[in-house]
């Protein structure tokens, strides 16, 4: 169902010993599951707090629970901690939580929105950017609106063709061309000034 490594199991009895309860488990449950604005969260839990619907997952000196509505949703899910200078950074992998991409039958606008909802825009939120669909031509050119920090960003092309084109052109192949709309000169909070640094996507 799901697999917890022996390193976030050790960050999560932290988490609770500092608690102070003894009683406190771990609970884990997706929000708007199946669609693209998916996301999966963790809050503690004591026994009487739960329903009896949830799942429990045997851990190493504490109990953690999947929420029983979202458990078909975290199959194959991992759950994994990884230190860092600065503490660490807990990573939850779970590919199935926002359902598949829609088949061909959906339609090209609605197949590319999907993409940029549930893959491009959750990469680039950390630049604080968005991109927005503006139009899909019948002969499969895409364009897009760049937002936030990716407006006016020195490093906006180098994300359009190297990170959310190639991304788009993979999981939709009828595209034939990802054109960017965006009047970058009035970008009012570019993430890079110059084109220097990363891009978005990377």
């Not at 407006?151 to 034939?176: F, N, Q, S, W």
Request: charged fraction near 25%; proline fraction near 5%.
């Amino acid at each position: 169902m799901i697999d917890i490594s022996e390193r976030a199991q050790h960050h999560f009895r932290r988490l609770l010993a500092q608690q102070g309860n003894e009683d406190f488990g771990i609970l884990l449950r997706v929000t708007s599951p199946g669609t693209a604005a998916a996301n999966c969260g963790l809050e503690f839990c004591e026994p009487g707090e739960l329903d009896g619907s949830e799942w429990l997952v045997e851990c190493d000196g504490f109990n953690f629970y999947l929420d029983g509505d979202s458990a078909p949703w975290l199959e194959g899910a991992s759950i994994d901690y990884e230190p860092n200078k600065t503490g660490g950074q807990l990573n939850i992998r779970a590919p199935r939580i926002k359902g598949e991409l829609p088949g061909a039958e959906a339609g090209l606008v609605e197949r590319v929105r999907y993409v940029l909802e549930a893959e491009v825009n959750p990469r680039i939120a950390a630049h604080g950017g968005r991109i927005s669909l503006l139009e899909v031509s019948a002969d499969g050119v895409v364009v897009l609106q760049f937002g936030g920090g990716c407006h006016g960003c020195g490093m906006a092309d180098v994300t359009l063709k190297h990170g959310v084109e190639k991304t788009l052109r993979e999981r939709v192949p009828e595209i034939t061309e990802v054109r960017d709309a965006t009047d970058h000169s009035r970008g009012s909070n570019p993430y890079y000034s110059k084109p220097e640094g990363r891009s978005a996507m990377g």
